[in-house]
């Protein structure tokens, strides 16, 4: 059996990716929480908001170093499973992912070490300081490393040179305020916060059931119910925005996300649910929601959204461009002086990626027939149902989490912490739900890119390294059993120091009436 290396090079970055995200949003999450229960701390110089920042800072330490262990190996994986991408963009992408490393990774790694060890050595303010910039070093960092991924998304700000035969930066700003990595940025933060909401109001919650640490679960529960509401309202908002972007420089992806096969009269229905057909192209069963789509996607009620159908065909007329392209590249290659063929290919130059999806096929695109041509753009169909499925349930999660902190909030602010066990239950049970929803967006946002590794310049299938595939098999498995090593250990050392709790400076049972009211404080 013949083992293909790119899908199994695809198979470890895919997750590395995954395993790696796992960390991500919990790191962004209670960065920012601790910062701010810190705040409470030197404000009200309340020990308890001092204990409480030292417990959860100790979840978020074994958390961050997990993260930090499975991020360096996947930024690795670049080099040796992913050469030519590498080779072919790395003057580009290898600009945030620098930035990155210099500006935020090595602000909130130095300062994640004096958080941990200088509560006896520095002030109130000063150890204030510290654990606001491993926040802002947190955040920092996902911004360039969402900055490099949404240049993948929409590759603004940089011009294949022919003479180099890579493509170069011509405009770092365009790189840096890309409308897509924006969006994607305040939107994976927010859902970052939402993690870290979830994560505190569970273990929180699990407390007050056992009727231990009343009074710091119930702090707990009560800054993460705030702290949750409001970022689960930002996820839907944001997310909106995010579709809005996609819907300019991604019409693919929307597409299938929508399982819309035809384009439709504007303004465009959502698919609520249904079930999609891809041999036959049609959606079964849909539930439609009329315009939402149209709204969500254009903002108007005039513009039209285009269908599957129509983008293939779209797709079929770029390739036929780009090999008009990727013919004079031939002779420019030869003769780079030829000023009628660089002016060509300067016409046809942004379709030249659509040529090489050709290369899936054949090793040269010039002798590919009208059927190649159409078998090519039918590939820039992605996993129709999965995107939307995934999609589906992503949102659901998204709309349930308001709901969840909404009554959770209303608990806190009547003071009801305990009275309905029932809704204890079901914020313990919520804890996996955000990763879930997490994953699922990040599988969205990137298997919707496919068969692109830079969306309408580099098809996957030319990125990988020319390796074998029982290279790739070997190092995919050693992937699988060192992170599954991982993962045990990372949940044994949560659950530990989650069952030990914050120490013993609160009652173990239920407070009598004076603490009740110092509780409720």
């Not at 897509?180 to 970052?192: E, L, M, S």
């Not at 925005?241 to 996300?257: D, F, L, N, P």
């Not at 313990?428 to 990763?435: D, Q, R």
């Amino acid at each position: 059996m013949d083992l293909d290396p790119v899908l199994l090079s695809r198979t470890q970055f895919g997750l590395t990716a995954l395993y790696h995200f796992i960390f991500v949003p919990l790191t962004l999450g209670l960065s920012i929480l601790l910062a701010m229960m810190e705040s409470v701390y030197v404000m009200t110089g309340k020990e308890i908001w001092k204990e409480m920042t030292q417990f959860w800072g100790k979840l978020f330490g074994i958390n961050f170093a997990m993260g930090v262990a499975t991020g360096i190996t996947m930024e690795f994986q670049f080099g040796t499973n992913w050469a030519y991408y590498s080779h072919y963009v790395g003057d580009i992408f290898g600009v945030p992912l620098a930035i990155e490393g210099l500006m935020a990774f090595f602000l909130e790694s130095s300062f994640v070490g004096l958080f941990f060890f200088g509560w006896n050595r520095l002030s109130k303010l000063q150890h204030l300081s510290v654990t606001w910039l491993v926040a802002i070093g947190s955040n920092l960092s996902a911004l360039w490393i969402l900055i490099a991924n949404g240049w993948m998304q929409n590759p603004v700000g940089a011009e294949f040179n022919f003479e180099t035969m890579r493509m170069e930066v011509t405009d770092i700003t365009q790189v840096i305020f890309n409308p897509v990595a924006q969006a994607k940025f305040v939107h994976t933060v927010a859902a970052g916060y939402v993690t870290g909401a979830v994560f505190v109001l569970a273990i929180s919650c699990w407390y007050m059931l056992k009727g231990r640490h009343l009074a710091f679960a119930k702090r707990s529960f009560a800054i993460a119910a705030s702290f949750g509401l409001a970022s689960s309202l930002s996820v839907v908002v944001l997310g909106d925005e995010s579709g809005y972007v996609a819907t300019e420089h991604q019409k693919m992806k929307i597409a299938a996300i929508e399982a819309m096969w035809e384009t439709e009269e504007a303004p465009a229905s959502f698919t609520l649910v249904g079930w999609p057909d891809v041999e036959n192209r049609t959606t079964h069963y849909g539930i439609h929601i009329p315009a939402v789509l149209g709204l969500i996607g254009t903002r108007s009620i005039s513009k039209e959204l285009p269908g599957i159908n129509e983008l293939v065909q779209h797709a079929e007329q770029r390739i036929r461009s780009g090999l008009v392209a990727y013919r004079v590249l031939q002779d420019l290659r030869k003769n780079p002086d030829d000023l009628a063929q660089k002016e060509i290919f300067l016409n046809h130059r942004q379709d030249l990626g659509y040529a090489l999806l050709l290369k899936v096929f054949m090793d040269d695109p010039l002798q590919a027939t009208d059927a190649d041509i159409k078998r090519a753009a039918e590939n820039t169909i992605p996993n129709v149902p999965f995107l939307f499925w995934s999609f589906r349930i992503m949102v659901g999660l998204g709309f349930f989490f308001i709901l969840l902190f909404g009554c959770a909030f209303l608990l806190s602010a009547t003071q009801r912490f305990t009275r309905y066990p029932w809704f204890l239950r079901i914020g313990l049970l919520a804890l996996p739900l955000p990763w879930v929803a997490a994953e699922l967006g990040w599988c969205v946002a990137e298997l919707g890119r496919q068969p692109w590794v830079i969306e309408g310049v580099l098809p996957t299938n030319l990125a990988a390294s020319a390796l074998s595939g029982g290279t790739v098999l070997g190092s995919l498995l050693g992937f699988v059993v060192f992170y599954s090593t991982l993962a045990v250990v990372d949940a044994w050392l949560m659950v530990k120091y989650a069952r030990l709790g914050p120490g013993d400076h609160h009652p173990q049972t239920a407070p009598s009436s004076a603490q009740a009211q110092e509780s409720a404080s």
